[in-house]
């Protein structure tokens, strides 16, 4: 056991033949084909699909012992690029089936995919981690330009503990920025054009904005991309008060089957929505199976604990190596399959 541990980390940080330096072609991602690749900066590496199911179930799966202690605050992923971002069990655990992501979990693939080294995120795309947004949101909770928490506009700097996570070079660089955003448990995606100063909003869910309270809202989320463009030494996207009032209009895509898988499209659409390619508000897209939407759960855990930036990787590994599972995987993420204790062995 201990030898093929030590060959399957020997591949993972191996560097295979590096692609041609340009944005992949869009294409339908089948489960199947997303659950064989593993990426990493250096290249693409081949895991087994089971491995990526171990490391699913060893990293969501909540643990109480004897004395009713739960081990969702251990930390088991520390991400390291511009700071040290760190993820708790409880954060993976949310990628549980039928379950609402933690905006960890998209601050994760954000910090992961802006560290490929592909043209797309090197020099086109930058993913702007969510944490800024979500917690302006939650001091402007209406929408309001002045908190009614704080009795004060928004400020980049009222948030010292999250701007070591932008990049502010790409940030001011990159001519476009894919910006997530969460309310009230919802996920949407912003399109913003640095050039042209343009955005647009894909949701998985709605075609347009579905309330007065929700345009409101966008009106003070434009407000805060605008601000922290600004910040990081870029134009912002409107001047003086019409930065206020800056607009984006809803593409009509093809989205969500469920009510809680809105982060997972939001997440694959960072990786795969080419804006060049929207078209009179609309964006054609082969939308994928609510089967393939589940295993997008096991691809994600697997890949941030397994990514080569999180510097416990080394340790996911092995622990996911120890698991047995006596269920067969097809049904790892049915909504009728519970993973009980005698279903899971350690070394």
């Known amino acids: 056991m201990l030898e093929q541990l030590d060959s399957l980390v020997q591949k993972l940080a191996s560097s295979a033949s590096k692609g041609k330096d340009e944005s992949p072609q869009i294409r339908r991602e089948t489960g199947?084909?997303?659950?064989?690749?593993?990426?990493?900066?250096?290249?693409?590496?081949?895991?087994?699909?089971?491995?990526?199911?171990?490391?699913?179930?060893?990293?969501?799966?909540?643990?109480?012992?004897?004395?009713?202690?739960?081990?969702?605050?251990?930390?088991?992923?520390?991400?390291?690029?511009?700071?040290?971002?760190?993820?708790?069990?409880?954060?993976?655990?949310?990628?549980?089936?039928?379950?609402?992501?933690?905006?960890?979990?998209?601050?994760?693939?954000?910090?992961?995919?802006?560290?490929?080294?592909?043209?797309?995120?090197?020099?086109?795309?930058?993913?702007?981690?969510?944490?800024?947004?979500?917690?302006?949101?939650?001091?402007?909770?209406?929408?309001?330009?002045?908190?009614?928490?704080?009795?004060?506009?928004?400020?980049?700097?009222?948030?010292?503990?999250?701007?070591?996570?932008?990049?502010?070079?790409?940030?001011?660089?990159?001519?476009?920025?894919?910006?997530?955003?969460?309310?009230?448990?919802?996920?949407?995606?912003?399109?913003?054009?640095?050039?042209?100063?343009?955005?647009?909003?894909?949701?998985?869910?709605?075609?347009?904005?579905?309330?007065?309270?929700?345009?409101?809202?966008?009106?003070?989320?434009?407000?805060?991309?605008?601000?922290?463009?600004?910040?990081?030494g870029g134009k912002p996207l409107e001047k003086g008060e019409k930065e206020k009032e800056i607009k984006a209009p809803y593409v009509k895509i093809s989205g969500q089957k469920t009510s809680y898988d809105c982060a997972i499209y939001v997440m694959k659409w960072l990786e795969l929505i080419e804006p060049e390619n929207i078209k009179k508000g609309k964006y054609e897209w082969d939308n994928w199976t609510q089967e393939e939407v589940d295993h997008y759960r096991v691809e994600y855990a697997s890949r941030i604990l397994f990514s080569e930036i999180n510097r416990q990787r080394d340790h996911a590994i092995r622990e996911s190596s120890a698991i047995r599972l006596s269920k067969p995987s097809s049904v790892l993420l049915s909504p009728f399959c519970q993973i009980n204790s005698e279903d899971i062995e350690t070394g």
């Open 32 to 232: 199947g084909e997303s659950s064989a690749k593993f990426e990493t900066p250096g290249g693409t590496n081949q895991i087994p699909d089971d491995m990526k199911e171990k490391c699913y179930i060893w990293g969501t799966r909540l643990k109480e012992d004897a004395k009713g202690d739960t081990n969702e605050f251990e930390e088991i992923c520390t991400l390291t690029g511009q700071g040290q971002y760190i993820l708790m069990r409880t954060h993976l655990a949310s990628l549980q089936a039928n379950s609402d992501i933690e905006s960890q979990v998209v601050s994760a693939i954000c910090l992961i995919l802006n560290q490929k080294k592909e043209k797309r995120f090197h020099a086109q795309i930058y993913c702007l981690p969510p944490d800024i947004v979500s917690m302006a949101l939650s001091d402007h909770p209406n929408g309001e330009f002045i908190s009614p928490k704080t009795n004060r506009e928004f400020r980049v700097e009222a948030y010292p503990n999250f701007i070591p996570f932008i990049d502010r070079k790409k940030l001011s660089s990159h001519p476009y920025i894919f910006a997530p955003v969460c309310h009230s448990g919802h996920w949407w995606l912003w399109l913003i054009n640095t050039r042209t100063r343009k955005c647009q909003i894909l949701d998985p869910l709605h075609k347009k904005a579905p309330s007065p309270e929700r345009k409101q809202l966008n009106k003070f989320t434009g407000y805060v991309f605008s601000r922290l463009i600004a910040y990081a």
